[in-house]
């Protein structure tokens, strides 16, 4: 069984950081891609960033500049350095990782998510 554990998340004023954190668990053979995502009241799920396994990023147009992906392979950890926040940054902020288990199964598994709130 694998789970996806998400920390950090919280009330900040705009302009504020947060760091998020996301721990891999259980019996992973692999993981390849990582990514946050986020899903703010009445709208759909948005990718944020992503990062290979070999540490290749990529941002939403919205938070380039701002937001820092990075991965700790050692530990099966993601980040996602947040900065300069804003209100329209509010959201439930989702992990997920594309990995192969220890059965030899691949799929994509996601956490439960994290709470983000930006006050103005």
């Known amino acids: 069984q694998v789970q996806l554990v998400e920390s950090g998340g919280g009330l900040v004023q705009a302009g504020g950081s947060l760091r998020l954190s996301c721990v891999a668990s259980g019996s992973i053979f692999r993981i390849n891609a990582m990514g946050w995502y986020r899903q703010a009241p009445g709208k759909q799920r948005e990718l944020v960033a992503g990062i290979t396994s070999g540490g290749i990023t990529n941002y939403a147009d919205s938070v380039k500049g701002r937001f820092t992906i990075s991965r700790d392979n050692a530990k099966n950890t993601v980040y996602l350095q947040m900065n300069s926040l804003k209100p329209e940054d509010t959201a439930i902020y989702y992990c997920?990782?594309?990995?192969?288990?220890?059965?030899?199964?691949?799929?994509?598994?996601w956490g439960q998510g994290t709470q983000v709130t930006v006050s103005s």
């Open positions: 997920n990782a594309d990995l192969v288990t220890a059965f030899a199964v691949a799929r994509i598994y």
